[in-house]
């Protein structure tokens, strides 16, 4: 539904409605959209939808998987055993983190309003003040776009040199999933043929509690980072 590297929306509306037309099923991950607006699977025609729990502030490793009826999806049986989930896996279920995940959405939820506004303020700011800094690039859209996330190319420098030069700043260059992947980015690659781009993206994710004021530290740290490796890279 949103893509994890560049934050950018999939216009899985349209993407569903071609694959209704050809009669395709189809699953759509909306694990980074839980918390910044609220999903309303009724208006959707979507078969299936996952969520993940740790990304909402919940706790790691469970999720939901949601099926929907009209669809008349069977699914097929991963862990063989017991009787639980309705047969599609064996094991006690783990009530705790299940607890904890539904905690997470109704906070979310209750907050969305709150934490959206705020969010895109922060980012706002965050961004322009970072284009003073000389040869930024956005990867991606600025508009359609989640509150939290963008992606960003600093001319003249690697991602990876700049994310080693920050000690006490989490940054990444993509997304988690692909983090032990060498080879650039797929979707960087789509975007720019240019080599050069693609190894000087950063990926920056704004949490639900970064305060405004944090801001300015952050920028501080940046800028200073990138002028020091931009010196490097002339000598």
Do not use: W
């Amino acid at each position: 539904m949103v893509n994890n590297e560049i934050g950018v929306f999939q216009n899985f509306k349209y993407i569903s409605y071609i694959c209704k037309k050809k009669s395709i099923i189809i699953h759509i991950d909306s694990s980074q959209c839980i918390g910044k607006f609220k999903l309303d699977f009724s208006k959707f025609k979507l078969d299936l939808i996952s969520i993940s729990s740790h990304k909402n502030y919940g706790p790691k490793g469970v999720g939901v998987l949601y099926i929907r009826r009209k669809s008349n999806i069977y699914l097929n049986i991963l862990i063989h055993g017991g009787n639980n989930d309705s047969f599609l896996r064996s094991g006690t279920l783990p009530n705790h983190q299940i607890i904890g995940f539904c905690e997470s959405v109704f906070l979310s939820y209750k907050n969305t309003y709150f934490n959206n506004f705020k969010l895109k303020n922060i980012k706002y700011i965050f961004f322009l003040e970072l284009l003073k800094i000389d040869f930024i690039n956005l990867n991606g859209d600025i508009k359609y776009c989640i509150p939290n996330i963008f992606n960003v190319s600093i001319d003249y420098i690697e991602g990876e040199s700049l994310i080693i030069s920050i000690k006490n700043l989490s940054l990444s260059t993509g997304s988690a999933c692909s983090s032990n992947i060498l080879e650039a980015s797929y979707v960087l690659k789509s975007l720019s043929k240019k080599i050069n781009i693609i190894n000087s993206s950063i990926r920056i994710t704004i949490g639900n509690y970064l305060k405004i004021t944090e801001i300015y530290n952050i920028l501080f740290l940046l800028n200073t980072n990138i002028k020091k490796l931009r010196i490097f890279s002339l000598i």
